[in-house]
């Protein structure tokens, strides 16, 4: 088994991951903590959320026009930071599938070099050789005019 065909990369990446998410409770943790986290990055969010959801279940049932009364303080901080830690969560995730992506790629524009130099050297080997057949040739058929001139000569 080859060395390198274990793939520690995506274990790293799996790795990531699964540490987003502690981290991401810890971001929720400390917004519902924090006024100004909670007013300015959860409550927002929370809010437009809230306001589609809404809307769309009012469409879907055909009240058009409904009015949609914002969620209180407590409900939309609380879904602001779940909202926050899954974002958290899929922009690592959208990190480390971009990550091997770009891993992936360049290895594979590696080999591809790697193909591409190693067709060169082997065109050039050709060429070589076929000076040295055309030089070869050439020798042979002034051997063989000299062994002509030699042997009419006797």
Same mark, same amino acid.
């Given at each position: 088994m080859v060395a390198g065909a274990f793939p520690i990369a995506k274990l790293l990446y799996l790795g990531v991951?699964?540490?987003?998410?502690p981290l991401a409770n810890r971001i929720k943790a400390g917004a519902r903590r924090s006024e100004f986290f909670k007013h300015y990055v959860c409550l927002p969010p929370a809010q437009v959320y809230h306001w589609v959801e809404m809307s769309t279940k009012m469409r879907i049932m055909g009240f058009r026009g409904a009015?949609?009364?914002?969620?209180?303080?407590?409900? =939309? =901080? +609380?879904?602001? *930071? +779940?909202?926050?830690? %899954?974002a958290i969560i @899929? @922009?690592?995730?959208? *990190?480390?599938?971009i990550a091997e992506y770009s891993r992936q790629a360049s290895n594979s524009r590696r080999k591809e070099e %790697?193909?591409?130099?190693?067709?060169?050297?082997?065109?050039?080997?050709? =060429?070589?050789?076929?000076?040295?057949? +055309?030089?070869?040739?050439?020798?042979?058929? +002034?051997?063989?005019?000299?062994?002509?001139?030699n042997s009419g000569k006797k």
């Open positions: 991951r699964q540490l987003s998410k009015h949609i009364k914002p969620l209180n303080e407590e409900v =939309a =901080a +609380e879904l602001g *930071a +779940e909202l926050l830690g %899954e @899929f @922009f690592v995730g959208g *990190a480390c599938i %790697e193909l591409n130099s190693t067709l060169q050297s082997l065109q050039q080997q050709v =060429a070589e050789l076929s000076l040295v057949t +055309e030089t070869l040739d050439a020798q042979l058929r +002034e051997v063989n005019r000299l062994v002509l001139t």
